[in-house]
């Protein structure tokens, strides 16, 4: 089957190269130039595991192919994805959806035959009978068919997790289309994975009902960490204790300094706006948008409290930058609050990610970076452990104690155990942990 997808972001690269994976000849279009011109090279524009030698595979083998010329990858396709941004509109916290627009009408005046266009990007409710809409008027001879497959991929464990899946969901009333779909996704439903068929706009609000559900455990197990500080109570096992009930289930129970990421943020205020657009607000979705954000914004203040109530002067070691380990996604991260925030208390950053930092520097500008995590906590007064990255979870912490200035460790990921810091002589402020 040929497929194009447009857009060669995160999702675009890892889908298109995944399709291509099952057999299928993947067209991967992007506009911006030095992203194609670097997959040419055979060079990776993201982090992401084991992406490498999936492209590295797949080019080899003639099934995937990158180029900046829209028109060459749709005429003759038989399914073409629409995988660009969907980002927060500036000002309204609507979904932007000019990028979705724009490629509808640039596969509109392309699209040759029987052409099944997937929104694969996160797109609110309705978008996809705009983008037939848009379709229609400019081509009212073509015969094509939209439809909403939602993509449920987690940055780090992205080919996994497109490999793997929990489900698939795929959004059409169209017989066509469905056969299409089925077709396309046939590796997965002869491994049994589920694909779930609904209509369009279920399949739509299904990727954000998904998103909203986990930002709101994610703020539930942090408001309850605030809690356990207040009672003395541990969250750990407050987490362990309720993730043990099968209708709860443990995942999404990490206390930390918030979400963030390329998703969540985005994802839980657009719904937010798509329900009070139809008159039904989603409350708890407001409550979770306006507790994580505020959390978020606290976090500086937290280490200022472990640094004696004054930042001024200090030198704060930050490891981990991204939002999460595995990636090289900055969008969003808390580090983006904690570190303007303490550098405003007239803080000196020394941060270390192992694989961030040139996303990093794009966004938080000339901070001193180090080259690892023992070059960033030199001369510290204090460490931050902002990422749980495997690197920052085995250090060497009698390197670490020896290392700083002042043996102030605040761990907002619990990578450590409180009486394992107290051994090594550390004043440890984690999350949630009253007990210690
Ligand atoms: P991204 O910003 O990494 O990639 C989008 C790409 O689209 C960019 O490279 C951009 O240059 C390109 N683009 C924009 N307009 C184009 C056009 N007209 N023609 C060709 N290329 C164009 O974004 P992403 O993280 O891959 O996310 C894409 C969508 O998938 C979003 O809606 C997002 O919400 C959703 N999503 C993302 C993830 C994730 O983990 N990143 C997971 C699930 C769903």
Same mark, same amino acid.
């Given at each position: 089957?040929?497929?194009?997808?447009?857009?060669?972001?995160?999702?675009?690269?890892?889908?298109?190269?995944?399709?291509?994976?099952?057999?299928?000849?993947?067209?991967?279009?992007?506009?911006?130039?030095?992203?194609?011109?670097?997959?040419?090279?055979?060079?990776?524009?993201?982090?992401?595991?084991?992406?490498?030698?999936?492209?590295?595979?797949?080019?080899?083998?003639?099934?995937?192919?990158?180029?900046?010329?829209?028109?060459? /990858?749709?005429?003759?396709?038989?399914?073409?994805?629409?995988?660009?941004?969907?980002?927060?509109?500036?000002?309204?916290?609507?979904?932007?959806?000019?990028?979705?627009?724009?490629?509808?009408?640039?596969?509109?005046?392309?699209?040759?035959?029987?052409?099944?266009?997937?929104?694969?990007?996160?797109?609110?409710?309705?978008?996809?009978?705009?983008?037939?809409?848009?379709?229609?008027?400019?081509?009212?001879?073509?015969?094509?068919?939209?439809?909403?497959?939602?993509?449920?991929?987690?940055?780090?464990?992205?080919?996994?997790?497109?490999?793997?899946?929990?489900?698939?969901?795929?959004?059409?009333?169209?017989?066509?289309?469905?056969?299409?779909?089925?077709?396309?996704?046939?590796?997965?439903?002869?491994?049994?994975?589920?694909?779930?068929?609904?209509?369009?706009?279920?399949?739509?609000?299904?990727?954000?009902?998904?998103?909203?559900?986990? /930002?709101?455990?994610?703020?539930?197990?942090?408001?309850?960490?605030?809690?356990?500080?207040?009672?003395?109570?541990?969250?750990?096992?407050?987490?362990?204790?309720?993730?043990?009930?099968?209708?709860?289930?443990?995942?999404?129970?990490?206390?930390?300094?918030?979400?963030?990421?390329?998703?969540?943020?985005?994802?839980?205020?657009?719904?937010?706006?798509?329900?009070?657009?139809?008159?039904?607000?989603?409350?708890?979705?407001?409550?979770?948008?306006?507790?994580?954000?505020?959390?978020?914004?606290?976090?500086?203040?937290?280490?200022?409290?472990?640094?004696?109530?004054?930042?001024?002067?200090?030198?704060?070691?930050?490891?981990?930058?991204?939002?999460?380990?595995?990636?090289?996604?900055?969008?969003?991260?808390?580090?983006?609050?904690?570190?303007?925030?303490?550098? /405003?208390?007239?803080?000196?950053?020394?941060?270390?990610?192992?694989?961030?930092?040139?996303?990093?520097?794009?966004?938080?500008?000339?901070?001193?970076?180090?080259?690892?995590?023992?070059?960033?906590?030199?001369?510290?007064?204090?460490?931050?452990?902002?990422?749980?990255?495997?690197?920052?979870? /085995?250090?060497?912490?009698?390197?670490?104690?020896?290392?700083?200035?002042?043996?102030?460790?605040?761990?907002?990921?619990?990578?450590?155990?409180?009486?394992?810091?107290?051994?090594?002589?550390?004043?440890?402020?984690?999350?949630?942990?009253?007990?210690?």
């Amino acid at each position: 089957m040929r497929v194009a997808m447009i857009g060669t972001g995160y999702v675009g690269l890892v889908s298109g190269a995944c399709f291509a994976d099952f057999g299928h000849e993947v067209t991967c279009v992007d506009k911006d130039a030095g992203k194609i011109e670097r997959l040419g090279q055979g060079e990776i524009p993201i982090f992401e595991p084991g992406l490498d030698d999936l492209v590295e595979r797949n080019v080899r083998a003639g099934r995937l192919s990158f180029t900046l010329d829209g028109a060459s /990858a749709i005429r003759g396709a038989d399914v073409v994805f629409i995988a660009v941004g969907t980002p927060t509109r500036r000002g309204d916290g609507h979904a932007d959806l000019s990028y979705v627009y724009a490629a509808a009408e640039e596969i509109a005046d392309l699209i040759e035959g029987f052409t099944v266009v997937v929104t694969k990007s996160t797109v609110p409710v309705g978008t996809g009978d705009e983008v037939e809409a848009i379709i229609r008027q400019r081509r009212p001879d073509a015969e094509f068919a939209v439809v909403s497959n939602p993509e449920f991929l987690r940055e780090g464990a992205a080919i996994e997790d497109f490999k793997r899946p929990d489900r698939v969901v795929i959004g059409t009333d169209d017989a066509r289309a469905r056969a299409v779909m089925g077709e396309l996704y046939r590796p997965l439903s002869l491994n049994e994975f589920p694909v779930v068929y609904t209509s369009r706009r279920t399949s739509e609000l299904i990727k954000y009902a998904g998103n909203a559900f986990l /930002a709101m455990k994610i703020t539930f197990i942090n408001e309850m960490a605030d809690l356990c500080e207040k009672v003395g109570a541990d969250v750990q096992q407050v987490a362990r204790g309720i993730g043990l009930d099968k209708r709860i289930g443990a995942k999404f129970l990490h206390p930390g300094p918030g979400y963030g990421g390329s998703c969540f943020p985005k994802d839980t205020l657009a719904l937010v706006r798509t329900a009070q657009k139809h008159d039904s607000p989603v409350r708890l979705i407001e409550t979770t948008v306006a507790v994580n954000d505020a959390r978020k914004k606290s976090m500086a203040g937290r280490v200022i409290e472990a640094l004696g109530g004054s930042a001024a002067g200090k030198t704060v070691a930050v490891l981990g930058l991204t939002f999460k380990p595995n990636t090289d996604d900055m969008r969003d991260s808390p580090s983006l609050d904690l570190v303007p925030m303490l550098q /405003a208390a007239g803080a000196s950053i020394q941060a270390h990610d192992p694989e961030g930092m040139n996303e990093a520097r794009k966004v938080l500008g000339d901070l001193d970076y180090r080259d690892d995590p023992y070059g960033a906590i030199a001369g510290a007064d204090c460490v931050v452990i902002l990422t749980e990255w495997d690197q920052f979870r /085995a250090l060497d912490l009698s390197r670490v104690r020896l290392l700083l200035n002042r043996p102030v460790v605040v761990d907002l990921r619990n990578v450590y155990r409180p009486e394992e810091m107290a051994r090594h002589g550390f004043d440890y402020f984690s999350i949630g942990r009253g007990e210690a």
